[in-house]
C-alpha cells in the first residue's frame, strides 16, 4: 500500500508539474515581427552620424525584399537640417529600365531622418568610420538595408553591417545580395 500511495503522489506531480509548464508556455511573449524584424528588439541610430560626412553616392549591396528593389541614392545637403534625396530603384539594364526619383529629407534627430513621400522615420543605425559602409533601416521592419560607396569589394564591412541588422532585430536570413 505505501507502494501504490508513493507511486501516485510522483504521478500526481510529474502530472502537475507538466501542466505547469504547459501552461507556462503559452504565456511565453509572442516574438513581434513586423516586415523583416522583431519590433520587440531593441533599435538605435548610430551617434556618428553626420550629414555633411553621409552626403553623397551610395550604391544598396544587399536589402530586404521589396516591390523593386532600391539600387542606390545620393543624399545633397540643403538648408538648415534639411537634404535632398534621389534614387534609383529597379534594374539598372537597359531591358528592364529603372526609376530615378527624388524627394526632400529632414532629419528628426541623430542618424534619422524622415522623406516627404512616406511617413516613414529611416535611422541609420550603423556606419564605419570612414563612410563607406552603412545600414539604414525603420523601426516598424519594413524596410532595411546595407549601402555603399562601392558596389564591390568591402566584405568585412558587409559582414559588420548584417551583424548591426540582426543585433536590431532583423532576420537577416531574408537579406538580398543586390546584383
Known amino acids: 500500500m505505501i507502494l501504490d500511495g ?14 505547469l509548464v504547459i501552461l507556462v508556455g ?19 541610430a548610430t551617434s556618428r552620424f553626420d550629414l555633411e560626412s553621409f552626403a553623397g553616392t551610395w550604391t544598396v549591396r544587399e536589402y530586404f525584399t521589396t516591390e ?17 534625396w534621389t534614387q ?4 539598372s539594364s537597359v531591358t528592364s529600365g529603372s526609376d530615378q526619383s527624388a524627394t526632400l529629407g529632414t532629419m528628426i534627430g541623430q542618424g534619422r531622418f524622415t522623406l516627404d513621400w ?5 535611422w541609420v543605425l550603423w556606419v564605419d568610420e ?4 552603412a545600414v ?11 549601402a555603399d ?8 564591412r558587409i559582414r559588420a553591417a548584417r551583424e548591426i541588422l540582426d543585433f536590431n532585430g532583423y532576420d537577416v536570413s531574408q537579406l538580398r545580395v543586390l546584383k
Open 88 to 91: 534609383t530603384s529597379g534594374q
Open 68 to 84: 523593386r528593389a532600391l539600387t542606390g541614392f545620393t543624399i545633397i545637403p540643403g538648408a538648415g537640417d534639411t537634404f535632398t
Open 26 to 44: 503559452c504565456t511565453a511573449p509572442v516574438q513581434q515581427v513586423n516586415g523583416y524584424r522583431d519590433t520587440n528588439a531593441l533599435i538605435g
Open 149 to 156: 560607396r562601392s558596389p564591390k569589394g568591402g566584405a568585412d
Open 130 to 133: 570612414g563612410f563607406r559602409t
Open 118 to 122: 512616406d511617413d516613414h522615420a529611416y
Open 6 to 19: 508513493g507511486i501516485t503522489s510522483v504521478l500526481r506531480r510529474f502530472i502537475s508539474g507538466a501542466v
Open 136 to 146: 539604414i533601416g525603420t523601426p516598424n521592419g519594413r524596410f532595411g538595408f546595407i
